[in-house]
């Protein structure tokens, strides 16, 4: 059973930076696909990055060249989120996870298996 916990959310005025994390445990696949997605109220969540386990990256078109997924450094168990010069529509509820499959450009949430609890993110103006 993979377990995902998240942290790192909290409150910033536009233009700052917020870094997200989410640790993974449990999971014995070497190939896998590690995503953040994104949940506004009344919305369906939408998939923002994805990080396979040879560090190719997909990005939605809606936050490329302000977010970047990583793996922290010297421990691939730690998913990372870095967001940048962010706006108010950025705010959400985000969320870690995590499927035994490849990534796959505009994954849907049924791609993925295994969810943290959430952070919420919330950009003021």
């Known amino acids: 059973q993979v377990q995902l916990v998240e942290s790192g959310g909290g409150s910033v005025e536009a233009g700052g930076s917020l870094k997200l994390s989410c640790r993974a445990s449990?999971?014995?696949?070497?190939?896998?696909?590690s995503a953040w997605f994104r949940q506004i109220p009344g919305k369906e969540r939408e998939e923002v990055a994805s990080?396979?386990?040879?560090?190719?990256?997909?990005y939605a078109d809606s936050v490329k060249g302000r977010f970047t997924i990583s793996k922290k450094p010297n421990d691939p168990d730690t998913l990372l989120l870095q967001m940048s010069s962010r706006k108010p529509e950025a705010s959400g509820m985000y969320f870690c996870?995590?499927?035994?499959?490849?990534?796959?450009?505009?994954?849907?949430?049924?791609?993925?298996?295994?969810w943290g609890q959430g952070t919420q993110v919330t950009v003021s103006s």
């Open positions: 996870a995590f499927s035994h499959k490849s990534c796959d450009v505009g994954a849907e949430q049924d791609h993925y298996t295994y």
């Open positions: 449990g999971y014995r696949y070497s190939r896998h696909c």
């Open positions: 990080i396979d386990s040879d560090g190719v990256t997909i």
